[in-house]
């Protein structure tokens, strides 16, 4: 998948968080379209409207308002679109309950945000270099 057409969707609710992926993600891939949700009953509703645009991956929270990334998640997974869409788990949760639920839902990924910036920018780089470039979907 070539870079310039990829968009991504972002579901987080900590405005700091997401203005660090976002950074990180303009700054090494200027191109890609990046759309954003707060909480996961928003994520649901843009997601899996008629005729919403299927992103080439989602990255979400797993500790959101409303509806949890886990219940996003499984949600995802039920609808056809979403089949083979990479949906991967970007958190600071590092309990391993919801490390396997995650992946019992039907996770492609599980990623511990970092605590800094450039850390922000080796993790970010190395998720959207695989999903985008690397991987086949």
């Known amino acids: 998948m070539e870079a310039q057409t990829a968009n991504i969707f972002l579901v987080e609710d900590s ?3 997401e203005y660090l992926i ?3 993600m303009e700054r090494l ?3 890609i379209r990046i759309r954003h949700s707060g ?3 928003e994520a649901l509703g843009e ?3 008629e005729g919403a645009e299927t992103p080439n ?3 979400m929270d797993v500790r959101l308002p409303k509806l949890s990334g886990h219940e996003v998640l499984t949600a995802l997974r039920r609808d056809d679109r979403y089949q083979r869409v990479p949906l991967v788990m970007l958190t600071s949760s590092k ?3 919801d490390i396997a639920e995650a992946y019992s839902n039907g996770a492609n990924g599980y990623v511990l945000k970092p605590l800094e910036f450039d850390e922000y920018i080796d993790k ?3 998720m959207l270099q695989y999903w985008l470039k690397i991987n086949t979907c």
């Open 39 to 41: 909480t996961g009953e």
């Open 22 to 24: 976002r950074r990180a």
């Open 15 to 17: 405005s700091d968080d």
């Open 124 to 126: 970010i780089a190395g």
């Open 47 to 49: 997601l899996l409207a």
């Open 29 to 31: 891939f200027p191109e």
């Open 57 to 59: 991956l989602v990255l």
């Open 95 to 97: 309990a391993p309950l």
